[in-house]
């Protein structure tokens, strides 16, 4: 789970040809834990979230995120509490 730090809106037309419309999420969160004997402080890293994965939730700065993906890599279910 991490911590929204950051957001911005994004919308348009992808290089195959398919509209997109969502959000750059931008979050911190704890190392995993076979990195934390090696590092301080938290990770930080962001992900494109479409409209469709939303389903009514509010992303705001401050707000915890979990993600989860597929097996392929791909962003199945946001959840921001």
């Known amino acids: ?8 809106g994004m919308s348009g037309t992808s290089k195959k040809g398919n509209p997109y419309s969502g959000f750059m999420v931008y979050f911190t969160q704890p190392f995993p834990p076979h990195q934390a004997l090696r590092a301080q402080g938290d990770s930080c890293d962001s992900a494109f979230v479409p409209d469709s994965l939303l389903g009514g939730q509010v992303i705001s700065v401050g707000a915890d995120i979990e993600l989860s993906y597929d ?8 959840i921001i509490g």
């Not at 097996?71 to 946001?78: A, D, N, P, S, T």
């Open 71 to 78: 097996k392929q890599g791909y962003l199945r279910e946001v």
């Open 1 to 8: 789970m991490g911590k929204i730090v950051g957001f911005r």
